[in-house]
């Protein structure tokens, strides 16, 4: 199996002005680790290394670590850090399945946001449960994303499903305090 390793040779505890490429650290004290290559030259095993889970809570600066999120990991002068193709390759899947995850939800709710479609980041309020749908349409309505008139014609809405469905009774359409002094009281057919 094909894995890169270094060895770290020194480290020294840094004060809140270490920068870190276009990163520029304002917290509290960090530590800086300088490393040597084994059988990859460090910026190869810090390109490998970034991928990990581990490599998250670190920013890099040519051939140094820069501890910005406590991490775990035995970082004493003379350990050896090592990254494994597999792992290298399961994270940057990860972090690529994540941007397309993230690509999808936004070019959602640009569509969404066009087509005027009242939604939860991206998720469409018309397709989500009743009881969800309630409750995420009386949050855009406090913070002033629906009108009073929107959120009552959803409530409406959302009060037929929970009447059509098989097991719907009175306590099924009890929605929080605050919405039922919003809203007129929902009539349900008996």
Sequence with gaps: MTSRVVKIIGSEQKGPQVSC????DTGPDREVYWLKGINCTVEEFIEWFFETPEGEN??????????????GLDMSVGKTLTVTFDEYIAGW???????????VQKDAISAFDWLEIEHWYGEPLSLMAPARRMDIAYHLHRTGVLSKEQLGEISSECGKAWAD???????????????NELLPKLEVPS
Excluded: M
């Design 93 to 103: 899947r990860g972090r690529t399945r994540q941007w397309q995850l993230n690509q």
């Design 58 to 71: 670190f920013c890099s600066d040519q051939e140094v670590l820069i501890d910005i999120g406590g991490t």
């Design 21 to 24: 490429g276009e990163y520029i």
């Design 165 to 179: 469905s098989k097991h719907a009774d009175q306590t099924d359409l009890l929605i929080d305090d605050e919405l």
